[in-house]
């Protein structure tokens, strides 16, 4: 293993220690015997540092930051010395770095001093990602930007000293609630402002989320951590093609889906947009339960509307918050002047440029939205055209017996949309594909035993239903649809014919179905450990 990728595993087990995510530190020790040796190396340095107690307390360790000397936001019983400055309380704590509240010992200044978490183990792209985003604040002057006034090192450790912010971050301030519209328009306004600031400097943040707006005694916001900034009027050669950067939940899709060259001043008008529409629902428009999940939403789907979770927001603001969050970086505003032009239209209560998505294209989103239901419903339609084609042939055919299957497919078919429904609303997302695979069996099964004619080739909706069960990404979910696929299939050669007259046929296909069900199962398994170690990778960036 070459250096720079044990220090990136080295740092993924120290982030589960730190989290005490022991089941992730334990299984990186089994994967990876180097990390055991220098954790147990780590281990024995910590005992013999508390053999000698003396000495903690009067000489700061190389690296100040492996753990935090008080609780976090707590005052310890003596400021701690650091070179120029001395550390009064930990105040913030990320994957990659940490935030002390300091005071400059020369001009009795209190500042924020940012070291990276790891001191000298630290990796080269770290470091240089680190001194990176000191250099994109400092080319900043403006009241909505935190300013850095120094940049150093002290005993290996690298720095550096910004405005200290007295006053809470904009996720404190979300955590008691959602924003009424116009404190949120007019919030989003002044952060917008600030970004557009950013973008005529040649500087794209690419990190924008609540936690990185703090807000002053003044309750004015200002803008921080530039660890992700893109300086885009340089040479960008250093940026990795496919590399994903960011916070998934507030990541423009073109960031999300790792095309960083993509990345421009409209990513940051998508995550003012995921931050507006967090202001006014109190939830970001998409929500998973790992990375993976996310990022594959926020590449693939499309938000749904605020109003549906705030029916009293006006409709004007919730166009902005669409606009703003468009798939395509063309259908966005394209600077975030023009969005704060917008919000200050609605402020003032006149018409703004962003207009309501027409008919076709609600319907091509409510598709999008609804992709499972689509399906169906293209089902019962070809079920339909299939049935008249018999009927127009002459064949013996049974309008009443047909109407009344066809009613209890379309029950069937709004039986399942409600039944998902009320299974996410109350928090049962997990029960809800193996309920939607069942009604899917039923539905399927129920429309090759009312068929006029040869149902053979139609046979093709059970593998087709396995294939669909991949996409919920969870084995257990691909063996369960399997299972009722070939259950359904033997009900079906049992009541009717189906065009496969010889026994061995059957074992056959369902031989087939099997075979299908495993090497999905497979696959998502693959898909699962990339997913789990990009969780891994983005926990230790956070």
């Known amino acids: 293993m070459d250096d720079d990728r044990l220090a990136e595993k080295l740092e993924a087990y120290l982030e589960a220690i730190h989290e005490q995510r022991d089941q992730d530190a334990v299984a990186l020790r089994r994967q990876h015997p180097e990390i ?22 009067t000489t700061p360790p190389d690296d100040c930051l492996g753990k935090p000397h008080s609780p976090h936001g707590s005052q310890p019983d003596s400021p701690l010395g650091f070179g120029k400055y001395e550390l009064l309380e930990e105040i913030g704590r990320g994957g990659m770095g940490v935030v002390f509240k300091a005071r400059h010992l020369e001009l009795q200044r209190v500042v924020a ?56 971050s904009l996720a404190e301030r979300l955590r008691r609630g959602r924003l009424e519209p116009m404190e949120a328009a007019r919030l989003t306004t002044r952060i917008a402002v600030s970004v557009d600031y950013l973008h005529q ?8 989320k609540p936690s990185n707006v703090l807000f002053d005694t003044a309750d004015f916001p200002k803008l921080t951590d530039f660890g992700l900034a893109k300086v885009f009027t340089e040479d960008t050669s250093r940026t990795r093609s496919g590399a994903i950067a960011g916070t998934p939940a507030y990541m ?31 939830r970001t428009p998409f929500q998973a339960d790992n990375a993976l999940d996310l990022l594959v939403d926020v590449v693939e789907s499309d938000p749904v509307s605020p109003r549906h979770y705030r029916r009293d927001l006006p409709r004007a603001l919730e166009w902005i918050c669409l606009k703003c969050l468009a798939k395509d970086p063309g259908e966005r505003y394209r600077s975030a002047a023009e969005l704060a032009e917008d919000l200050r239209r609605f402020q003032a209560e006149e018409s703004v440029n962003a207009q309501p998505a027409g008919r076709f294209e609600r319907l091509v989103r409510w598709m999008r939205q609804e992709p499972g239901l689509t399906v169906r419903i293209g089902v019962v339609i070809f079920t339909a055209l299939v049935q008249w084609r018999h009927w127009l042939s002459g064949e013996p055919f049974s309008l009443t017996g047909q109407l009344i299957v066809f009613v209890a497919l379309i029950l069937l078919l709004l039986g399942r949309s409600l039944v998902l429904r009320v299974h996410f609303r109350w ?51 691909v063996w369960w649809t399997t299972g009722l696929t070939i259950a359904s299939y033997l009900v079906v050669a049992w009541l009717r014919p189906i065009g496969l007259d010889r026994s061995e046929y059957h074992f056959l296909f369902i031989v087939g179905l099997l075979m299908m069900g495993f090497v999905l199962v497979y696959q998502v398994r693959r898909v699962r450990l990339l997913g789990s170690h990009l969780d891994q990778l983005r926990a230790a960036e956070d």
Not at 45 to 56: F, I, K, T
Not at 121 to 148: C, G, M, N, Y
Not at 435 to 463: F, K
Request: with cysteine; proline share 5%.
């Open 252 to 282: 423009a899709p073109e960031q999300a889906a790792g095309r960083s060259r993509n990345v421009t001043p409209s990513s940051d008008v998508y995550s003012l947009g995921v931050m507006l529409y967090e202001m006014l629902t109190g």
């Open 113 to 168: 001093v940012k070291m990276l978490l790891f001191g000298q183990l630290s990796t080269p792209d770290q470091i240089e990602r680190f001194h990176a985003e000191a250099r994109a604040a400092a080319r900043l002057s403006h009241p909505s930007i935190v300013p850095i006034f120094d940049v150093g090192q002290e005993n290996g450790q690298h720095y550096f000293a910004m405005e200290y912010v007295e006053g809470e």
């Open 201 to 208: 400097q040649g500087v794209i943040h690419r990190d924008l």
């Open 36 to 57: 055991a040796r220098l954790a147990d190396c780590l281990d024995g340095l910590d005992r013999l540092g508390d053999s000698y107690p003396s000495l903690q307390e």
């Open 427 to 477: 928090g049962l997302s997990r029960a809800a594909p193996y309920v939607a695979a069942g009604l899917d069996a039923l539905l399927v099964t129920c429309v090759l035993l009312n068929l006029g004619g040869d149902a053979g080739p139609l046979l093709v909706a059970y593998p087709l239903m396995i294939v669909g069960s991949g996409l919920w990404f969870r084995r257990s979910v």
